[in-house]
């Protein structure tokens, strides 16, 4: 029976509820930010921005017919005392259209996803679904992602204003450098800045409205930035190590192996009843208890473990076949987080491993709902912080760098050998290292540094044999080595051991920052505040209509 509401002390109905609203705030933050910020990078980059002409076929059906007179002189929206004109929020749609485009065709190149926008079509001639999944169109959609990133900017940009910020020199000459792209392509077009920009965002948009919108752009998100940082910065350590003493486990890591004995779901048979269902399928799942438990008794040592369920994987399997079995069947979990093995073998499951009393080499039998789980302690629960490492990557001269063979792999080999030992014949130091990466490394990112990689966390997804040399318990400050990854090998220098740089200090401390930033964000664009979005939806869907008549006839020329 789950435990009585009331039952809980004061503190802990607090610690669940910040826990609840922590994890939500970093969720929304984390989606924000990447929205916004993406948005930005956009804006900037001239290549990046497929034109809506240049999307659907190709410049030259025709300019806007004004200059967009009725688009300059009428407002399409109010963010608190200041008015959007048309022409502005035709920017805001035409950049939400332009964005998603970008989007869909980089996830399509590059990893093979489908957003579901199609640019052979008009946004109002497809449909989406909005944050509370319902139908909607790719227009309607627009518009409101447009209405909200209008706000986005102008609060912060006025906000940008009240703090006294101002633009440096150099985000004054990329915003000089950006216009003149604009410019350059315009001409290689037979274009006017002016008739470009109108025809790329709208009528009334001019050279003057583009400049002073990436003005605002450029000052809204450094004021953004900022607020983040220094709401990070406030969050103490006394609140950070509080947090993390009643939490540890959400924030540490344990090493695991553990084997997942699933129970077969039993449908009824003909006539059967709903009880005597329950006792089948409950007399099914024992057995597979008990064949979970016979190799659980059975379990010395890791190997042991790997054993046996080696052995009840082939017990079906003709002798000599299992014999050439070498597989390892269990899964091994190298700085798994709590979430992951609640995720991996249930909740129960998960706090018996990250219990403070847990120690290497302890084990248990787990029983779910859909199966019992043997989980192996191969290192109790630990927090973990950065190291600053060196390589130098010799690369293989692979004619098929799919399928490297082994006379490519020992060619590099020896290159990477050669390499070494001249080095450790010599003074050995982390100076000569460096020298040698400058001389030597293919690693064309770390060149620069000389091979340094600072910082890095196991939660960052680097290569295996990297980050288990990397991470190994036993390294210390001028250890160094040879591995091999599917690029090449590393001649690996372990520069040292952040101890101060704890995980958990930096998850604990974004978290909370995120809280605070978005209780910020929240206050800053609530519908009874200083930047209260208003919405003159006549000329709101004026915008968006005139948008989706230009793409359909953009698309009618190009056909």
């Known amino acids: ?11 802990e109905i607090y610690r669940e509820e910040r826990k609840a609203r922590i994890a939500k705030a970093a969720k929304q933050n984390a989606k924000s930010i990447e929205k916004r910020t993406t948005f930005a990078k956009i804006a900037k980059k001239v290549v990046a921005i497929a034109l809506v002409v240049a999307i659907v076929g190709g410049i030259g059906w025709a300019l806007i017919d004004n200059l967009g007179v009725v688009e300059k002189y009428t407002t399409a929206l109010t963010v608190g005392d200041t008015k959007v004109s048309t022409a502005e929020f035709n920017y805001y749609y035409s950049m939400q259209y332009q964005q998603t485009a970008y989007m869909q065709d980089y996830y399509q190149q590059n990893m093979g996803y489908n957003m579901g926008f199609d640019t052979t079509k008009a946004p109002d001639e497809q449909k989406t679904k909005d944050a509370d999944g319902n139908e909607i169109t790719w227009a309607d959609q627009f518009k409101v992602a447009a209405a909200e990133q209008a706000q986005f900017i102008i609060a912060n940009y006025n906000e940008a204003v009240k703090a006294g910020l101002t633009l440096a020199e150099d985000e004054k000459k990329e915003i000089d450098e950006t216009i003149e792209s ?194 192996f302690i191969d290192k109790a629960s630990y927090s973990m912080n950065s190291v600053d490492v060196r390589h130098c990557l010799i690369e ?51 060149k620069e540094t000389q091979g340094l990689y600072e910082g890095i966390r196991i939660s960052d997804n ?69 930047y209260a979005l208003t919405k003159n939806e006549k000329w709101v869907n004026y915008t968006s209509n005139e948008f989706c008549d230009r793409i359909k006839k953009n698309l009618a020329y190009s056909a």
């Open 182 to 375: 604009y410019r350059t392509n315009a001409a290689k077009n037979n274009y006017s800045l002016n008739a470009y920009l109108r025809d790329s965002f709208g009528g009334g948009f001019t050279e003057k409205v583009f400049r002073n919108q990436l003005e605002m752009e450029t000052l809204a998100q450094n004021f953004y930035n900022n607020k983040q940082s220094e709401l990070l910065t406030a969050v103490t350590d006394e609140e950070i190590k509080a947090e993390y003493d009643a939490n540890a486990k959400e924030y540490n890591y344990a090493d695991v192996t553990y084997y997942t004995f699933a129970f077969a779901t039993l449908t009824a048979n003909e006539g059967e009843t709903e009880d005597a269902l329950k006792a089948r399928q409950k007399a099914e799942n024992d057995k597979v208890i008990a064949e979970a438990k016979a190799i659980f008794d059975g379990i010395t040592d890791r190997e042991s473990f790997v054993t046996a369920v080696r052995a009840y994987k082939n017990k079906n399997v003709e002798a000599e076949k299992a014999a050439k079995d070498t597989a390892d069947y269990t899964t091994k979990s190298k700085a798994a987080s709590y979430s992951s093995l609640v995720t991996a073998v249930s909740e129960k499951g998960a706090d018996w491993a990250f219990d403070a009393a847990r120690k290497a080499g302890e084990k248990n039998l787990v029983t779910g709902e859909k199966a019992a789980y043997i989980i």
């Open 462 to 530: 680097y290569v295996e044999a990297f980050e288990n040399w990397s991470f190994d318990d036993a390294r210390k400050a001028g250890d160094s080595g040879i591995i091999e990854t599917e690029y090449g090998y590393h001649i690996m220098y372990f520069v040292k051991d952040n101890t101060e740089d704890l995980d958990w200090k930096n998850t604990i401390r974004t978290n909370m920052g995120s809280e605070d930033f978005t209780a910020f964000n929240d206050s800053l664009i609530a519908e009874d505040g200083s």
């Open 1 to 11: 029976m789950a435990k009585n509401e009331t039952t809980k002390s004061k503190a």
């Open 396 to 446: 293989f001269e692979a004619k098929d760098e799919n399928n490297v063979t082994n006379e490519e792999k020992q060619k590099a080999y020896n290159k990477a050998k050669t390499i070494y030992d001249e080095w450790l014949a010599g003074e050995k130091t982390e100076e000569t290292f460096k020298k040698m990466v400058t001389d030597n490394t293919a690693d064309e990112g770390s």
